[in-house]
């Protein structure tokens, strides 16, 4: 295989996580670059990838306080632990 | 990165803890119970369960504050306790008792390759974006049960790097796998997660 070939697609799909991370290697990187240069599904599965993180993070945001009860019952026990 | 301020506020707590101050302990408790009521959730669909997990971490905390070392990250350590709560609790129980047909089978939600390196079954673009989708109550908690339909070990995962934004060497730490593991689950986790969103994030129209 000759140094200019393109990565496949399996290769940029399961080191996605370094790429999205900014973990690569400049050289790395820009052959991750290159591929998607030229494959729309590669493109697509990578916006995808990255919509599924912010649908994560967000889908966990609310963080209500912990009901009184259960913050007394902890207290409680801890003075029976003393 | 902690920032000055929480990594004052953890020294505080901690030498307050330690010193036997009751208000320290309350003053923990307001500020991360609500964090690490969640992470039990996450392990414990009861929320019994989940309550209980977090009160015997808590009192696991009171018995060992003098073995916390000095630096370590609070945060990090509490975790750790709260997931070795939630562990014990899952040996005597079942997440919940529908759970075997509930949680998916990873493998199959992984994209699939042709020998030379192609996918098969080529990615299409998501016409929905992530904004629009959490706009509506309804998609969000399609997210959720999305993310719930993953099993223990990657969901997990997912919770602490994704939603806690914790670092991969302490989501490592927390639950005792190596780095590289994290790194492993956490983008299984993702694509399979993907998968699952694939279908309505393609079809649904905000």
């Not at chain 1, 295989?1 to 996605?16: K, P, Q």
């Not at chain 1, 900014?22 to 697509?44: G, I, K, Q, T, Y």
């Not at chain 2, 959490?134 to 997210?143: F, I, S």
């Not at chain 2, 991969?168 to 593991?181: C, K, Q, V």
Request: proline share 3%; net charge negative.
């Amino acid at each position: 295989m000759s140094t200019d070939a393109y990565i496949t697609c399996r290769e940029l799909i399961e080191f996605l996580d370094a790429y999205v991370a900014n973990e690569l290697a400049a050289e790395r990187r820009h052959e991750f670059d290159r591929h998607l240069s030229v494959c729309p599904s590669c493109v697509a599965y990578l916006h995808s990838y990255r919509e599924t993180i912010r649908l994560t993070r967000a889908a966990g945001d609310v963080v209500d306080d912990a009901p009184p009860a259960v913050v007394a019952a902890i207290l409680a026990a801890i003075r029976r632990a003393e | 990165m902690l920032s000055p301020e929480s990594y004052a506020r953890d020294a505080a707590l901690v030498a307050g803890l330690r010193a036997g101050d009751d208000d320290a302990f309350e003053a923990l408790l307001q500020t991360y119970s609500a964090r690490l009521l969640r992470l039990a959730r996450r392990f414990l669909a009861s929320e019994e369960d989940a309550r209980d997990a977090l009160q015997d971490a808590m009192v696991s905390v009171f018995r060992s504050i003098g073995s916390f070392e000095s630096g370590s990250r609070l945060s990090t350590w509490l975790h750790r306790i709260v997931v070795n709560a939630c562990l014990m609790k899952l040996r005597t129980r079942r997440r919940r008792l529908d759970e075997v047909e509930v949680e998916i089978d990873i493998e199959e939600y992984l994209p699939r390759f042709h020998q030379d390196g192609h996918q098969v079954e080529p990615s299409q673009p998501w016409t929905e974006s992530a904004e629009a989708m959490l706009e509506r109550e309804e998609l969000r908690e399609l997210v959720r049960a999305s993310i719930e339909k993953l099993p223990d070990s990657y969901r997990i995962v997912l919770h602490l790097r994704d939603i806690e934004e914790m670092s991969t060497e302490e989501t490592a730490e927390i639950l005792g796998i190596t780095p590289n593991a994290v790194k492993i689950r956490l983008h299984r986790a993702r694509q399979a997660l993907r998968t699952l969103l694939d279908a309505p994030m393609r079809t649904l129209h905000a």
